[in-house]
């Protein structure tokens, strides 16, 4: 039986309807893969951080101490004073670091170039449809 002209218009609505829910599923299930990599991702980088900044806090206390009782008698001040200096330069320079490294942008990069493609894709159809 042949289906009429509006019968195939309401069928090829319907499969662009259904290629449309499909490709945004998809886009959706790579948007959801990836937050969850990056959760992941962030809780085992501030578990680390911790830990690190906890054993660079004792190593640097027993440093400090260290310097200060080697120059007790004769440059207590002076140690205490560049002990405190280099503490709050190297404080200063991993703040800079730490400031850079938020302001890079990596939250859904994969989800947000596949939707920059499949809207280029788009594009070069209705031009090719355009210029026929």
């Known amino acids: 039986m042949a289906l009429g002209p509006s019968q195939r218009v309401i069928q090829a609505a319907r499969r662009a309807l259904g290629t449309l829910v499909a490709n945004g599923e998809t886009r959706l299930r790579l948007a959801v893969l990836e937050l969850e ?19 660079f806090m004792l190593a640097t206390a027993t440093f400090t101490a260290l310097v200060i009782a080697v120059f007790w008698d004769s440059y207590r ?56």
């Open 37 to 55: 990599e990056e959760r992941a991702r962030l809780l085992t980088l501030l578990l680390l951080a911790g830990a690190s900044l906890l054993l």
């Open 77 to 132: 001040l002076l140690a205490i004073g560049g002990c405190a200096a280099v503490l709050m330069l190297a404080s200063v320079v991993l703040a800079l670091v730490a400031i850079r490294q938020a302001r890079r942008h990596t939250l859904l990069k994969d989800t947000l170039d596949q939707l920059a493609t499949d809207r280029a894709l788009l594009e070069q159809d209705r031009h090719a449809r355009q210029s026929r």
